[in-house]
């Protein structure tokens, strides 16, 4: 099976690749909630903090409206190897050839969300309606080509089984 072909049976992607301040993160780029508490006041924690507190909505929207039917995964952009990883698997999963990987990786953003391997957005969140705009035609798209390959294989069993080839297996 080729990378191209592997994406008819992969759900759609999304990857939300948040931002963090350095002070906010541990080692590993989680938040720092002590961190938060600690100051206040400070500018800087307040808006990075209401960054992350934004991606919520956006989320839940998304989880709400499709549950299984997407793939969703929440990045932390100052962890450069974990969106490494993130971007080669659904690059991989989704087909991308490694001329239109290099060119994501090359552009991604330090906050912003990827469809498919693909940039959707970049510094600012889109609204949960346009995103749930974009992730219904990667549905619809993908159980398109799901139902149109269960078709041609339908239809390549009947004209075997037609011309006098033997008849598809059934199990029962």
Do not use: C
């Not at 508490?37 to 929207?61: F, K, N, V, W």
């Not at 294989?153 to 297996?169: K, L, M, N, Y």
């Amino acid at each position: 099976m080729t990378m191209r072909e592997v994406s008819k049976y992969t759900r759609p992607s999304i990857v939300f690749l948040r931002e963090s301040e350095p002070e906010l993160t541990g080692l590993l780029g989680e938040l720092n909630s002590t961190a938060l508490e600690s100051q206040p006041g400070d500018p800087s924690i307040a808006r990075a903090r209401a960054r992350m507190e934004s991606l919520g909505p956006l989320y839940r929207t998304i989880r709400e409206r499709f549950g299984v039917e997407v793939s969703v995964e929440v990045v932390d952009s100052s962890s450069p190897l974990s969106v490494l990883l993130a971007v080669l698997r659904v690059a991989r999963s989704h087909g991308l050839g490694w001329s239109e990987t290099l060119r994501t990786l090359l552009r991604l953003p330090s906050s912003g969300v990827l469809l498919n391997g693909r940039i959707a957005s970049r510094g600012e969140w889109p609204s949960p309606w346009e995103l749930v705009v974009r992730v219904e035609e990667l549905v619809a798209a993908s159980g398109q080509r799901l139902l149109a390959d269960r078709g041609r294989r339908a239809v390549a069993e009947h004209d075997s089984w037609s011309r006098g080839r033997t008849a598809p297996a059934v199990h029962g």
